[in-house]
């Protein structure tokens, strides 16, 4: 009797777990996995099944056991497609639906264009609509274009305990962004609760709520920890950076910042940066070295020396940009190198930490001076953005007057969204902000890299090649031998008779690529034209052919009075002639 009342227990509470409470989110995709979170009322046994379209979801994947944390990891997928999913139980599908998807990671070479969605300090409800609104001006910008990541850049809910993630994030984008986002983060100093215990034991939900690699599954040199990460996506590395968690080094807590040499995370920061070779390298970090918003990098100890002792880090191997929150506003600077004192070193000297071609304003819209920055895959110091993104839902009602020099652009009144885009060798990036009914793009950048090149083709006469630019963009051709030659492609197939160089422009006049196509003469010389003999340009090494020539004759050719034609052999094409003028004639052989 006892064992039947236990069964009708079980099924009742089986049948009661109809309910998802949290979810369903994505996690640790890569080219041919991916896992989905969700949690439910009553503990039960979950259920995904997937597919490639919405209503043909032909696999699944069941649990082990009975929870009400459910995470499934599901393997063997096609890298760089669109899966769609169910969750729910071993009986019944609780959630299901068009806008339940995710995407594979593409192959590393691939040369589509990847998106990548960044909220800073997104976790906060506190102050008006900014939240919703941030929330409902990306929604409008992606519109019903898939995005392949969403990064969170720290304090993502303001209070740390599991309830207030449950109000503070998974309510409000649980039915727009987490089902169908692929998400990582990291942590900031409020999903630690500000606590320096918790900060020293890493004993809070976020590590609970979120899983993250910890021995390289996703890319980059395996961590151990969730507290710090890299993962790769195509051709970008991005790395995950945890600035409040401590560690026990010599018996005091320490922040990867009060220890370059000794510091587990930055040993590993140093060995990861040192092994990565892809062409993007992206940093997230809840601090930002350089702000004056609402918190100020000229006199937060933290922050100084973020800037002092991570930064040279950061840029001696070439990293990209580095994505900060925090700070309550959005703050973007110039690609800048080795500025690691007060805001008065940059102000006295501009040119010290900026390389000269990173003067312009990086909007590349075709506004003055707003040419796209331009770098090389070389993993070295080039020149690094800053970005301070902290106002996704967080927002500063009062914000402070000041602005830091090395911004380029500073927005401290209306919150926003991130967003990249990168496509091969080209980077765009901008900052999303709500506009009902739609949105308005507050500042954008665009970086290039391995563009602006000069390049030699030698051909032999009679051959083609293809020119194609290095960047990513809109073409102009032209050739200065030769007036009536045009394009508008990304490429143009040539096969000039002489030596020639090529021309492909932007329409903002910003990037230029050179090709010089050297022409060797090659046998046999053959005729381009109908005309004389004695005509160079008749021929396609453009000189008159000599006793030691080969010739092919494709034109009707005429040799002049009184010349005498030396050429070692001739082919004639079907239906050409040769025309002789008095006294004119053709000898064969040397």
Known sequence: MIRRLLLLLFIAQTTLAQTVTRGPYLQMGTQTAATIRWRTDMPTVGRVTYGLAANSLTDSATESESTTEHEVRITGLTPDRQYFYSVGTTDAVLQQGPDHYFLTAPPADTKRKIRVASFGDCGFTWIGTNQADVRNGFLSFKGNTPVDLWNLIGDNSYEGEDAHFQYNFFTPFGPTLLRNQMLFAVPGNHDYSNR????????????DIFTFPTNGEVGGVPSGTEQWYSYDYGPIHFVMLDGFGTRTIDGVERKLYDDTTSHPQVQWLKADLAANTKKWTIVYQHFPAYSQGSHNSETEADLVAIRQRINPILERYGVDLVLNGHSHDYERSWPIHDHYGPMSDFTSNPSAYRFPQHNSTGRYDGSAGSCPYVTTSEKRKQGTVYVVSGSAGAFNPNPTPNTHPIMVKTEKVIGGSFFLE???????????????PGYVIGDQFTIMKDV???????????ESATLTASYIGDYSWSSSDNASFSGTGRSVTVSPTTSQTYVVSDGHGCVQDVFVVSVACGSPMYTVRTGNWTDPSVWSCNRIPTASDEVHLRHRIGIPSGHTAHVKHVIVDPGVRIQYGYGGRLVLGE
Not at 426 to 436: G, S, V, W
Not at 452 to 462: E, N, V
Request: proline share 11%.
């Open 196 to 207: 320096p215990d918790l900060a020293a034991s890493q004993a809070i939900p976020y590590y």
């Open 422 to 436: 990168i496509e091969d060798n080209r980077l765009d990036a901008k900052f999303i902000q709500n506009n009902p």
């Open 452 to 462: 602006t090149r000069t390049t030699t083709y030698p051909l032999t006469a009679g």
